[in-house]
T-cell receptor, first 111, second 112 residues
Framework: DAGVIQSPRHEVTEMGQEVTLRCKPI?????LFWYRQTMMRGLELLIY????????DSGMPEDRFSAKMPNASFSTLKIQPSEPRDSAVYFC?????????FGQGTRLTVV | KQEVTQIPAALSVPEGENLVLNCSFT??????LQWFRQDPGKGLTSLLL?????REQTSGRLNASLDKSSGRSTLYIAASQPGDSATYLC???????????FGKGITLSVRP
């Protein structure tokens, strides 16, 4: 298996623009997580899904953030409108209950 | 609310030294605990997973132990090498399909 695949790897966008991050989990994994990593706050859970259903979105900073998982092999995290404070590395991870496996992350820069 | 602490935040050791990285958590009702390695600008690589019923796991020069009752885990690295330089993160899981709660990590530097 190719592991968790995230795209794009890097994204630079202007403040106010919409940003969409994508994730393909490992086949057979039924849990998917979106994390954000910054120097100041470390790794923070934004939202996670079990069997494509959002279970806990309490980490989503505000209404500008939304996440979807339309099927077992794809998820998106959308920020609209983006702001400079959203600049961070966004990680997607998947699991089937025996440890989580992470993608390489998307480095987002909002200017 | 589960909180995970890793102290110190950074550690520098000479090559060849055996070392221990510590992780503590506040809620002992965990399902499993996972140690990760992160190289600069890269994703997280899983090193070891310890189930709540286990006391330790080993992989090569790495050994992770778990003491659930005291809320502690340690990652032991034998005969450290410069290639071990990275950030090591500990994360606890409270259920089979639940979220991981991470510590802030320990940045390890192994000097040649």
């Amino acid at each position: 298996d190719a592991g968790v695949i995230q795209s794009p790897r890097h994204e630079v966008t202007e403040m106010g623009q919409e940003v969409t991050l994508r994730c393909k989990p490992i086949s057979g994994h039924n849990s998917l997580f979106w994390y954000r990593q910054t120097m100041m706050r470390g790794l923070e859970l934004l939202i996670y899904f079990n069997n494509n259903v959002p279970i806990d979105d309490s980490g989503m900073p505000e209404d500008r953030f939304s996440a979807k998982m339309p099927n077992a092999s794809f998820s998106t995290l959308k920020i609209q409108p983006s702001e400079p404070r959203d600049s961070a590395v966004y990680f997607c991870a998947s699991s089937r209950g025996q440890g989580a496996f992470f993608g390489q992350g998307t480095r987002l820069t909002v200017v | 609310k589960q909180e995970v602490t890793q102290i110190p935040a950074a550690l520098s050791v000479p090559e060849g030294e055996n070392l221990v990285l510590n992780c503590s958590f506040t809620d002992s009702a965990i399902y499993n605990l996972q140690w990760f390695r992160q190289d600069p600008g890269k994703g997280l690589t899983s090193l070891l997973l310890i189930q709540s019923s286990q006391r330790e796991q080993t992989s090569g020069r790495l050994n992770a132990s778990l003491d659930k009752s005291s809320g502690r885990s340690t990652l032991y690295i034998a005969a450290s090498q410069p290639g071990d330089s990275a950030t090591y993160l500990c994360a606890v899981n409270t259920g089979a399909n639940s979220k991981l709660t991470f510590g802030k990590g320990i940045t390890l530097s192994v000097r040649p």
